[in-house]
C-alpha cells in the first residue's frame, strides 16, 4: 500500500507562556510553599502550553500547502491524520488523534483528479463522524463538479446537486466554500453553507497595481455580476464580452459590449479552465482598441493547454488564488501571478469556530 501522510509533525504545537502566579494582586505565602520554593521537587514538570483542543483543523491531500498556511493564521498546529491508498485505487483514511466533541474543519478542494480528491474527503468526514466530531465543516476552497449546476440536456444528471447530497449524507453539518460558479448552488445542500469570495484579496492587489484607466470586463453574460461588484469596489468602468458560436464547428464570434477604446482591461472570471475562451475575451478587447489586457480569476483549474495558450497570448498577467496548487509549468509561467487565501480562510473558520459573522469579512 501507499501512505500520502497529511499528519502535521508534532513539533509545530503552539504553546503559550502561561501567567505568573499572583500577578497584579497581593499575596501571602504560606509555610508549606515557602518549603517548595526552598526544596523544589526534582519531579516537578514544567507547565504546559494550553490550546483549544476542541478545534481542529484537518487536510485531504488535495491543498496541504494551504492548509498549512491556514494553520499558520490560526496559530494552531495541524490536525493528525493518514491517507492510505492500496495498489488497487482504494483509499483508507485514519485520524490519528482524539476529536470526541470537537470542532472540526476539512480543508480540501476537490480539483483535479476530482474524483479521488471527493471520495478523499467524504471518507474523512465518515471518520470524523465514527469518531464522535461534534461538528464537521468541510472547507472547500475549489467546489468541483459546479458547473454542472441544471439539466442543459436530456437525460443528463444535476451533478453539483449529487455532491451536497454526497457531502450532507456523510456527515457534515455546515460547508465552507469559495467562489461557487453559481451562487445558487448553496440552495442545493439541506445543511447551512457559508459562501466566501476572493474578492478582498484580489480587489487589494488590483488596487496595488495602480493600473490606468481601468476598465473590469466580463467575458460572458453569467458574470455580470460578479464584474459589476469588482468595477463597484475600485471605481472603475465596466465591459461585458458577448461570445456566440455561429455553427458547430465555427469559432465563437466576440462582441464587445461598452467602450474599451485606449484603455486597460482586466477581464474578470470565477475559472480558468483551458483558457480558450478567455485568450480570444483578450485578442478581442485589444482589436477593439484596449491598451492593455489582464486576467483574474479565483480558480485556476489550468488544464490542458492552458498555461502553454496563456504563455503565447497577448495577456500580459494572469491573477489568480491558490484555491488549488498549481502544476510544475503553470508555477514556472511568469505571467501567473499566485495570491494567498489563506488569511481570508483562517478568518471564516475562526468567525465560524466563535459563532460569530463571516459575511462581515466581505462587507
Do not use: W
Amino acid at each position: 500500500m501507499q501512505t500520502s501522510a497529511t499528519a502535521a509533525p508534532s513539533s509545530h504545537e503552539v504553546r503559550e507562556e502561561g501567567a505568573e502566579a499572583g500577578d497584579g494582586m497581593a499575596t501571602v505565602a504560606t509555610a508549606k510553599e515557602r518549603e517548595v520554593e526552598q526544596h523544589p521537587r526534582s519531579e516537578r514538570k514544567p507547565h504546559r502550553a494550553r490550546h483549544d483542543d476542541k478545534f481542529k483543523v484537518f487536510s485531504g491531500t488535495a491543498n496541504p500547502a494551504l492548509t498549512d498556511e491556514v494553520c499558520a493564521s490560526l496559530g494552531i498546529p495541524r490536525a493528525q491524520a493518514n491517507v492510505v491508498r492500496f495498489s488497487d485505487g482504494e483509499v483508507y483514511v485514519q485520524v490519528l488523534e482524539n476529536v470526541r466533541g470537537a470542532d472540526v474543519f476539512i480543508v480540501q478542494p476537490t480539483s483535479y483528479p476530482v474524483d479521488q480528491h471527493l471520495l478523499e474527503l467524504l471518507l474523512m468526514i465518515d471518520a470524523l463522524k465514527r469518531a464522535s466530531a461534534r461538528r464537521i465543516t468541510p472547507v472547500i476552497p475549489y467546489f468541483g463538479y459546479a458547473r454542472q449546476d441544471r439539466k442543459d440536456k436530456p437525460r443528463a444528471p444535476i451533478s453539483a446537486k449529487l455532491i451536497a447530497d454526497l457531502l450532507t449524507v456523510a456527515g457534515s453539518n455546515r460547508a465552507l466554500v469559495v467562489d461557487l460558479h453559481a451562487p445558487q448552488i448553496q440552495g442545493f445542500f439541506n445543511i447551512p453553507v457559508d459562501h466566501m469570495f476572493a474578492s478582498p484579496v484580489l480587489v487589494d492587489h488590483v488596487r496595488k497595481m495602480e493600473l490606468p484607466e481601468l476598465t473590469i470586463v466580463s467575458p460572458d453574460a453569467g458574470g455580470v455580476e460578479r464584474a459589476r461588484f469588482f468595477a463597484k469596489k475600485i471605481d472603475a468602468a465596466l465591459a461585458i464580452v458577448d461570445k456566440r458560436r455561429v455553427e458547430m464547428d465555427v469559432t465563437e464570434v466576440m462582441h464587445v459590449i461598452g467602450d474599451v477604446k485606449g484603455r486597460t482591461c482586466l477581464i474578470l472570471d470565477d475559472i480558468i479552465d483551458t483558457a480558450g475562451t478567455l485568450v480570444k475575451t483578450a485578442d478581442a478587447l485589444l482589436n477593439a482598441g484596449a491598451l492593455k489586457a489582464y486576467a483574474c480569476a479565483t480558480h485556476a483549474v489550468l488544464s490542458g493547454p492552458a498555461v502553454e495558450r496563456i504563455a503565447k497570448s497577448n495577456l500580459e498577467q494572469v491573477i489568480v488564488t491558490n484555491t488549488i496548487p498549481l502544476s510544475e509549468a503553470a508555477r514556472k509561467q511568469p505571467k501567473i501571478k499566485v495570491l494567498s487565501i489563506a488569511g481570508l480562510i483562517a478568518r471564516a473558520i475562526q468567525s465560524i469556530h466563535e459563532e460569530t459573522s463571516v459575511s462581515s469579512l466581505f462587507a
